[in-house]
């Protein structure tokens, strides 16, 4: 019997697994493997640029705690992400029209849209001087979304509780690569002045720390190829398998007559 199960485990293996070698599974690897030491210098950070369809969680606080509240209409989101990748409570707050701009109370409209959070915060605190006494305001974008699907552990729809997040930190979110995901060839889907960007990352190379990829945009989509081998495999298993059950098959019934022989 112990013969037997080794013969099935052992076609089982040979159906389901196929070869890959580290080099092709490997993140970040250096030019020259004998010296690993390496610096790199980030050449341009990405500063996250307000845009109509953004829905925002503005904070007004002055020392008038009771005029805050008329700007304080909606409560703080925290922006948590669940194990499915979305959203525990749905985004809620001022949301940027088609042209760019949001109404606040008394200020009225303000045109915000291509603004970072800190050049719309100083704005509308300019604005709020003349109701509030030393107002601060605080601004931040609550429905920042990307995808992630492909050869991933958990592709879904994820809202980021950061102004910033780069590709491995997506992936990571993801649950991973699998082993079949095609790690040097990540294709990127932007959308860029009302135009679709396809773009290809190597996530095996160091350089791709300066890739303009590198950090994510809002709605950006993530797509993991797989690999020829997880193709090939998948195939393979569907086009082999009624040979290798046959044969495990015959196997069984050689093995279960040569052990009545023995008996």
């Given at each position: ?16 697994t ?42 007004v606080n ?12 909606f409560?703080v ?19 940027v ?165 023995t008996?």
């Amino acid at each position: 019997m112990d013969m037997l199960k080794r013969i099935f485990f052992f076609l089982i293996l040979t159906i389901f697994t196929s070869c890959v070698s580290q080099k092709e599974i490997t993140y970040f690897q250096p030019k020259d493997v004998s010296n690993d030491i390496q610096k790199i210098d980030i050449k341009e950070r990405f500063i996250v640029k307000l845009q109509p369809g953004d829905i925002l969680n503005i904070m007004v606080n002055s020392i008038s705690p009771e005029a805050n509240t008329m700007f304080n209409v909606f409560p703080v989101q925290t922006g948590q992400i669940n194990v499915t990748g979305t959203a525990t409570t749905p985004p809620i707050g001022f949301l940027v029209d088609s042209d760019g701009f949001i109404a606040l109370p008394l200020v009225g409209k303000i045109l915000i849209s291509g603004l970072s959070s800190k050049e719309a915060s100083d704005l509308i605190s300019k604005k709020l001087d003349q109701y509030l006494v030393q107002p601060t305001v605080s601004v931040r974008v609550v429905n920042y979304k990307i995808s992630v699907l492909g050869e991933v552990n958990r592709p879904s729809l994820y809202t980021i509780n950061n102004e910033v997040v780069t590709l491995p930190e997506a992936l990571s979110l993801a649950g991973d690569l699998t082993i079949f995901g095609k790690r040097q060839n990540i294709l990127v889907i932007r959308e860029v002045e009302g135009k679709k960007e396809f773009s290809r990352v190597d996530l095996t190379k160091r350089d791709f720390f300066n890739s303009p990829y590198y950090y994510l945009r809002p709605n950006d989509i993530v797509y993991v190829e797989p690999a020829k081998g997880r193709i090939t495999n998948t195939s393979r298993s569907v086009q082999l398998a009624p040979v290798f059950i046959s044969a495990l098959t015959f196997l069984t019934l050689v093995a279960v007559n040569f052990i009545n022989l023995t008996k």
